[in-house]
């Protein structure tokens, strides 16, 4: 399944949901003798028994069949984290990062049988800015969904409608992206229906080769607003016609909300919003970060019964169904680029620029129909404390606003009172461990927090503690609650929601994790967590409930019985 709706009804599009031959490489471009393994596509290649811990390349072969001459498109919406795709032997495509889709675009393929290989990379070295070793795991794999379409000379690349509160009511704001890659020009007019209300968009002529976005407005006075509460969905259908024939069309979900920031308060729907969060790897012992649908909606069924109305993607954008089914339970999303704690010699990189703008950019333009994405963020413990840090930072947050005129960014920072960069987004979020790495009390560290946000360019901003938490090891107990057993978990979360939740400056709060994840063996102290597991999860990886899960629930949930 690649999104929970048929996201196109006239463009013919096939999932390549299977087994796929499979053998590990040397290099990219070598044909294996024979392909010695079959791995499902959508999956982690460390599902396998042999490949538990391979960290390297290897190649996915799986042959196509088209029914006639036509322009064929594939999409790949998740290859971790680097892909090199071969089609009939000739190089076709590349991409790096393990988070965001591309496409390749093949015109005026051939009727008959094709080979795709797909050359998928996990290997940490100079090729890699973002994906370094750390605490989390880089699996290898084609680790979301492959889908294959046949698209028309002149196809939709990409619809993006804004819904924009006035006091007329609900309007919205649509840009579709055109794309020609015939060899003629073409006459393209594009019809755009939401909520049972039609827009036509002015025709346009297209070039061959030529790329063209066409805009338009239009009232719908007559919709409900989406809310947590009341995540109501509307069918967005755009549908082109070329030359008086229809051609294409580009069907999504869309809700009318409005996030703003008022003062030191994020607004949603005109109404003042506490985030009750958790933060989530996709990372499960089973399928790796290749989560099938049915444990998606465990961890959000986990998450909704912990009282949260909120989760935050650390540290990279997520895949789309997992969007697919915030927007249609009421989840709200903080959705992050992807960066974990790079330090400053790590953004200086000579691939760091490149390899997270090109993330930045296609998370929102990728994301930014979900109504349940409500904040964007980059750059998580990155160097923000430092002046050439603060470039990227800087560019990043541009990079948001140039593609989102609207949603509020962040990042999360831990550098306390050295922080440089609250001025440029519109949250201050911090990151904080009392009672875990430091012996600080919470209460009066948040107090500190505001400080540091009000004379560092913060002033008069939201504060969200975006992180906070301790390890807690499944089914160690202990009567003196000594560090690592679940009682003392529960006991620092209760310490820190206690606080947080008393502060009104305090605009909402993520707990340090969700479910504990797999991190990447390695040498320093950090990443030698015992079992190679981070392990501050209020579920374990199995995601069977520590203590402090019920104790977050009293919290979240004050209404609810903790035995019940
Ligand atoms: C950081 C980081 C997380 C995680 C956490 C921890 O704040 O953002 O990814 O590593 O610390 O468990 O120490």
Redesign the pocket.
Known sequence: MIRLFDHHRIRNTKELEGLWDFSKVAEVGDVPDRYTMKLPVPGCWESHAELGTYRGKGVYRKMLSVPKKCNVRLEFKGVSHTANVYFDGMPAGHHYNAYTAYDVVLPEVEAGEHELLVYVDNSFGDHSALHVP???YTYGGITRPVSMEIISEVYLERVMFTPIQSTDGWKGHWRALLRNIGDKKQEAVVKGTVAGHELVFSSIDLNPGQSSWVEGELAYPDVDAWSPEHPVLYELEARLTLNGVEADDWIDRIGFRSIDICGEKIMLNGKPLIFKGV?RHEDHPMAGSALPLGLMVQDLDLIRELGCNSVRT??YPYDERFLDLCDELGILVWEENHA??LSLEQMQHPLFAVQSEQVTREMVEQHYNHPSIVIWAVL??CASDTEEGRVHYRRQLEIIREVDPLRPRTF?S?HRSREKCFDLAEIVSV?L?PG??TDEDPGELADLAKGWAESLGGSGKPMIIS?F?G?GFYGFRSRDRVKGSEERQADILLSNLKSYQSRDFISGMFI??FCDCRVTEGLDW?LNRSCTR?S?GLVDEYRRPKLAYDVVKACFKPDSHISE
């Open positions: 750390n605490d989390y933060n650390s540290h974990r704690g998580n413990e999360a831990h990151n461990y875990w790495y992180e938490g390890d340090w994790q950090l981070n501050k």
